[in-house]
């Protein structure tokens, strides 16, 4: 028997940072072994805020890409493509939206949330409203049985899985239902405190220099009552505390005592953490600069990868159009 399918993807809206290697790439690299994977870089997803100026999505789209690849990503198993470049993702989200019932769109707890936090973008759209109908067209027009997301995304899913029931109850079995691999997303802050954004420009990038990444772990706001050296701190309290329990899980007792004791001092644990994080980054710069080196070798995984996608999404959508006696292509 195959390898079950999965889907997954990332709005083509900025850099990608730690925020995004720790809470989704890390664990879709260790996916790539049981699961046949198709890890999509989602750009008419970011139309849905970034309508009045699109003129960076197409370079960062790519940007993503060489991200993926160079974090391990691996194109010889996995379908790296973008998502315009598969037309069925379009034709499927226009036959689901016949089957969602508006009042799911407007309850659906993001849609509210998102509203109310993105002030600065115009989201009164018909575009963001139907975001979960597209989603739903991206999963299941590859079959995808699992898809890896965070607490946030499970509304969502729970919304796709309706309308899989909702279209096979009336034309049989015509889409997999799919469920989640929840992933769990560490707590990671943007290096002045807030949330990890790239509005904020607050992030670590995975493509930073060592320089960069040094001078902004010495930027991270710590425990606001250790003002001196000689001040006991209160790690439970520290961002980059919260950076050791990944990067330094063996040295999180000497952490732990040396700040509440005041026998280390901040930039003895910054320096530590900006060393493990450079030593993680290293093979990823590398492997960037190689593939900036080649970009050749970057379109060419980025067309196989549609290529695969077009083909497996094409298999599904003549499946769905038998099912509901509309012609075929
Ligand atoms: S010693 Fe480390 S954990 Fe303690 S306050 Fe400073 S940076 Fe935070």
Known sequence: MGKKRILSGMRPTGRLHLGNYFGALQNWVRLQDEYECFFMVADWHALTSEWQDTSEIAELTRQIVIDWLAVGLDPQRSALFVQSQVKQHAELALLLGMFTPLPWLERCPTYKE??????????????????????????????????PIGEDQVPHLEMTREMVRRINHIYGEVLVEPRAILSPTPKLLGYDGRKMSKSYDNCIYLSDSADEVTDKVMQMVTDPQRVRREDPGNPDICSVFDYQKILSKDR??????GCRSASIGCVDDKKLLAERLNALLEPFRAKRRALEANPQEVDRVIEEGNARARAAAETTMRRVRKALNLPEN
Do not use: C, H, M
Not at 117 to 138: C, K, M, T
Not at 252 to 257: E, N, Q, V
């Open 114 to 147: 998102q509203i109310k936090e993105i002030s600065n973008r115009d989201l009164s759209n018909y575009g963001f409203l139907g975001y979960p109908v597209l989603q739903a067209a991206d999963i299941t027009v590859y079959d995808a049985e699992a898809v």
């Open 252 to 257: 999180l007792d000497w952490i732990d005592k």
